[in-house]
């Protein structure tokens, strides 16, 4: 059974950072981080293919940074300079295979969620 757990959710000013983990069971899989704000529909954040290979979506390239360390079974998300609208839930996501990586539709198993906070 796969299971994810997300942490590292919390409130910080604009310009801070943040690193989101996600312990997972299934360390073969491909991993995605997204994200949902109120009223909004889930947005992929950024995605790690089997072979190591990354996606980052537009809207947070260049701050963002996703990792995984197959020996402690946890996928990272580096949130650097966050702004308020990076403010929702984050959720950690995991399937065999993905095509893209940053849609929610290709994922079955989903972690709970973490929510981050940016405030001005």
């Known amino acids: 059974q796969v299971q994810l757990v997300e942490s590292g959710g919390n409130s910080v000013q604009a310009g801070g950072s943040l690193r989101l983990s996600c312990v997972y069971t299934a360390s073969s899989f491909c991993m995605g981080w997204f994200r949902q704000a109120p009223g909004k529909q889930r947005e992929g954040v950024a995605a790690?293919?089997?072979?190591?290979?990354?996606r980052i979506a537009d809207s947070v390239k260049g701050r963002f940074t996703i990792s995984k360390d197959n020996a402690k079974n946890t996928l990272y998300l580096q949130m650097n300079s966050l702004k308020p609208e990076d403010t929702a839930m984050y959720y950690c996501?995991?399937?065999?295979?993905?095509?893209?990586?940053?849609?929610?539709?290709?994922?079955?198993?989903w972690g709970q969620g973490t929510q981050v906070t940016v405030s001005s």
């Open positions: 790690i293919q089997r072979d190591g290979k990354t």
């Open positions: 996501a995991s399937d065999i295979w993905v095509a893209g990586g940053l849609d929610a539709s290709e994922y079955m198993y």
